[in-house]
């Protein structure tokens, strides 16, 4: 099944966000091989120059290593994915508080908000 | 040399009145999957004919690995045409002997692999198969070559969405990687994600050649809404 | 390439000739086993519709062998080059040369088997005749008077060697022809556009209308001047109208493959 992909976006990026919440979410653990470009392209349906690009730049950031002995595996800086993570439930949030600005809340009421859908959990 | 296809000057004229193709000038690179697009009757198969050497240009020439069309050009390009080409009472095993023989960049294994996949028995005989199925044996014996080129006319038109998958997983995992890829498609959404340059021709004319990056990049759009621009009546 | 053209081609169409030819060997025996019936020995007139059922069978058979191996021979041709199936022919890695040459000779082996087992059907069918009603003729003397005749003629100077080979060199160069008027009419149809199956027949029947007029302009002097009164005369007169004829084939022949392979190579338009 074919990855589901903005039609208007640049494909690479979309790629690109999509390993990095696969390596972060635990789907590829730390230190796990991650399929060759051909395999990844094939699964995603898109073209493998644009899968070997979004592979590179996560090579550039450190999230993936390329092994000469196993291909590429992902990185078991566990700090670094961490520090991943945090980075991209930062651009949630960031995006949650847009929308919900433009829907007329103040932070406040958001916070209140969320506590109360929460169940009061948040404190 | 990275230039694959050389396009110069191409025009073709059916009958001495029909121009179908115009003046075309194109260079295909090695490495890519493009997409040849452009609406019904644009001159998509007439140029695809012409590579494949199964028409002459009324003027001008197309060069593929330097070659004029022919039995060099011919023991490196792979062609998918619109139309299933096989003898009906031959059988799949015949027609894989048929490839080994005459194609020297065929794999033998690599297609009963695929064959072996799809469970069809190689003792099938063609006509026996349904439509889809001819389809498919013939997508998988283009594509057990290590082509330079493989030319695929129409692959994925008027099939349902699994054998498009299908079709589109085969493809991708198994052209040969310094070889070039041109399909030529009127679905163009479907198909958009796998292609590195598109080229759209209209009434015989280059439109555009462009890489798909770029055309997300610069014009915000999918190719494929683009394409509804390009070509809005 | 062309052997394995040849290969391929061969086996993709030897069947269907093969079993017309071996039905056509099976019903002449049939119909050969017909002089078993002691209706031939009794003296009396009629025949019973059993024989007469099977000999209109073996006569159509020969008809059925000479003109259906040429028609699928002809099908086959037009299918593996001009439809579908064209777009495999045309982009293998061949040169229409090698593509024409090598159907050609399949062709015209395919075509020169059905002669032969024509003849050998005959031969069949008129040996048993005599072997079931005259058992005390051996066969072995008919050769010896057909040897006794050809000496005969020998002797009154005509060349029996040169004769034969007047006569092998005709049916070559005819059977030959025969597949380049096949081929050549069917490349040269593909020129008609909306009816290239018709074009085709068309075609057909221009060449060999030309041919036959031109045979007939080169053949008939050759006829008037010969002396009919010497035995010999006629002998001679066949051999050089086998001579004529022969290379008037072989020329046509050249000329139609000449013309095919400028078609299939400059104006191939499949559909």
């Known amino acids: 099944m074919a990855w589901n992909l903005d039609s208007d976006r640049p494909i690479y990026a979309q790629l690109l966000e999509r390993i990095q919440m696969q390596i972060v979410a635990g789907i590829y653990q730390p230190g796990e091989k991650i399929p060759s470009v051909r395999e990844l392209a094939a699964d995603a349906g898109v073209n493998p120059n644009t ?48 929308r919900m600005r433009n829907l007329g809340f103040e932070k406040e009421d958001i916070i209140a908000l969320l506590k109360n859908e929460t169940g009061g959990e948040l404190s | 040399m990275s230039e694959l296809v050389e396009v110069r000057n191409l025009t073709k004229v059916y009958d001495k009145k029909k121009t179908a193709l115009q003046n075309l000038n194109l260079t295909i690179t090695r490495g890519k999957i493009i997409g040849l697009l452009g609406p019904n009757g644009s001159g998509k198969t007439t140029l695809i004919k012409i590579l494949n050497g199964l028409l002459n240009p009324t003027e001008g020439e197309v060069l593929i690995n330097g070659n004029k069309p022919g039995p060099a050009s011919k023991a490196h390009v792979s062609y998918l045409p619109e139309r299933t080409y096989f003898q009906n009472s031959m059988k ?7 490839f080994t023989d005459f194609y020297e960049d065929f794999r033998p294994e690599r297609a009963r692999e695929m064959l072996a996949s799809l469970n069809i028995n190689e003792n099938d005989r063609i006509k026996t198969l349904s439509k889809g199925t001819r389809e498919k044996v013939q997508l998988i014996l283009v594509m057990s070559r290590e082509a330079d080129l493989y030319i695929l006319d129409e692959p994925i038109a008027g099939v349902d969405p699994a054998a498009r998958d299908y079709i589109i997983r085969t493809i991708i995992t198994n052209y040969n990687e310094n070889a070039t890829v041109l399909l030529s ?16 021709i209209k009434e015989g004319h280059l439109v555009l050649q462009s890489t798909v990056e770029d055309i997300r990049m610069i014009q915000g759009k999918s190719v494929d809404s683009y394409f509804r621009e390009v070509f809005a009546c | 390439m062309l052997g394995k053209l040849i290969k391929h081609e061969w086996k993709a169409i030897w069947k269907i000739p093969a079993i017309l030819i071996g039905a056509l060997l099976v019903i002449a025996v049939l119909a050969g086993l017909t002089f078993i019936s002691p209706v031939w020995r009794s003296g009396m007139g009629g025949l019973d519709v059993l024989t007469v059922l099977v000999w209109i069978l073996f006569y159509l058979s020969i008809i059925g062998v000479s003109m259906g191996n040429l028609l699928y021979l002809a099908i086959r041709f037009y299918q593996s080059m001009f439809t579908d199936e064209g777009y495999l022919t045309h982009t293998l890695p061949a040169t229409s040369h090698q593509l024409l040459i090598s159907k050609i000779m399949v062709m015209t082996v395919w075509i020169f088997l059905s002669m032969v087992g024509i003849f050998c059907s005959i031969l069949i069918f008129g040996g048993m005749a005599i072997l079931f009603l005259q058992p005390e003729i051996s066969i072995w003397n008919m050769w010896e008077d057909i040897c006794r005749e050809f000496e005969a003629i020998g002797m009154l100077g005509l060349n029996l060697v040169s004769f034969a080979a007047s006569i092998i060199f005709m049916l070559i160069a005819s059977t030959v022809n025969g597949t380049m008027m096949i081929t050549g009419s069917i490349c040269m149809g593909q020129m008609v556009n909306k009816h290239k199956i018709l074009g085709s027949i068309g075609a057909y029947f221009a060449i060999n209308t030309v041919v036959q007029i031109v045979g007939m302009v080169v053949m008939l002097p050759n006829m008037l001047k010969t002396r009919f009164e010497a035995p010999i005369g006629v002998f001679q007169m066949l051999a050089s109208i086998y001579w004529g004829m022969g290379v008037l084939c072989v020329l046509v022949s050249v000329g139609l493959y000449f013309l095919s392979e400028y078609f299939v190579r400059r104006h191939l338009n499949l559909d």
């Open chain 2, 185 to 200: 498609t009127h679905l163009i959404s479907d198909i958009e994600n796998i292609l590195d340059e598109v080229i759209f």
């Open chain 1, 51 to 98: 899968m070997q690009k979004a592979l590179s730049e996560l090579e550039r950031s450190g999230l993936v290593i390329t092994q000469r002995t196993s291909g590429r595996v992902v990185t078991e800086d566990l700090e670094m994915i961490k520090e991943t993570r945090n980075q991209l439930a930062k651009e949630q949030i960031d995006e949650f508080m847009k």
């Open chain 2, 92 to 98: 799949v095993r015949e027609l894989i002997e048929y």
